[in-house]
């Protein structure tokens, strides 16, 4: 992961200015580290379903969000900017979506799969997730349309969708590892019930600026 980091930054450096690549970093890290529909959904899973079951949802995670990002940079992103009901649909389906997740994660009252009837997210359902999660595509078309240079289009996409790479794994682990941390403190069911209902809580509130 360092080496790679390195990689990115000395490509990012050769086509952009110092100021141009600090404020990158910057977006980058205050991106993936914030609370997001994403993060709260590992941090929950990570205390219902431990570590080690959360990983397919995981890597789904970063897997949908780079594809998600390609594709925005290679093409959607131009094809959204043409036609805003395209985003609208989005929203609409995403923001459903997040309701619903938010309703199971507040009725979840036990910490095993076979207790709640209900696992974790599958690799493929968190990559599709990343399609319709509205944040993903607030902060992609940000970062794209901020931080690409056309005269070196290709090099400059490409060093962004690096650099979420490079911030977005870490952070991913981080929040999982949180709420793993937390499990055996929250086994206690009225503690696991409020967490779960502060959770789906916190999963709303993160639509509204993106929603509005």
């Known amino acids: 992961m360092r080496g790679a980091l390195q990689l990115v930054l000395a490509a990012e450096a050769a086509f952009m200015s110092p100021e141009v690549l600090s ?16 993060n709260l ?11 080690r079951r959360t990983v397919p949802h995981m890597i789904g995670t970063i897997v949908g969000f780079m594809a998600l990002l390609f594709a925005l940079g290679f093409g959607i992103g131009t094809l959204v900017e043409r036609f805003p009901a395209i985003y609208i649909v989005l929203k609409v389906i995403g923001g459903s979506y997040l309701l619903y997740l938010a309703w199971k994660i507040a009725g979840s009252r036990a910490i095993h799969e076979a207790e709640t009837g209900r696992g974790p997210l599958s690799f493929g359902q968190a990559t599709l997730f990343q399609l319709i999660n509205p944040k993903s595509w607030v902060v992609g078309l940000a970062a794209i349309a901020a931080f690409t240079d056309p005269d070196a289009y290709l090099l400059t996409a490409g060093a962004v969708i690096g650099a979420f790479f490079c911030a977005s794994t870490p952070a991913i682990v981080l929040w999982t590892g949180f709420g793993s941390a937390l499990k055996d ?3 206690h069911p009225v503690r696991l019930k409020w967490f779960n209902i502060a959770m789906s809580l916190a999963l709303v509130a993160s639509l509204w600026p993106m929603l509005r």
Do not use: D, E, K
């Open 185 to 187: 403190w929250l086994a």
């Open 23 to 38: 404020a990158l970093i910057l977006f980058v890290l205050v991106s993936a580290l914030t609370p997001g529909p994403n």
């Open 41 to 51: 959904m590992l941090l929950a899973s990570g205390v219902n379903f431990g570590f």
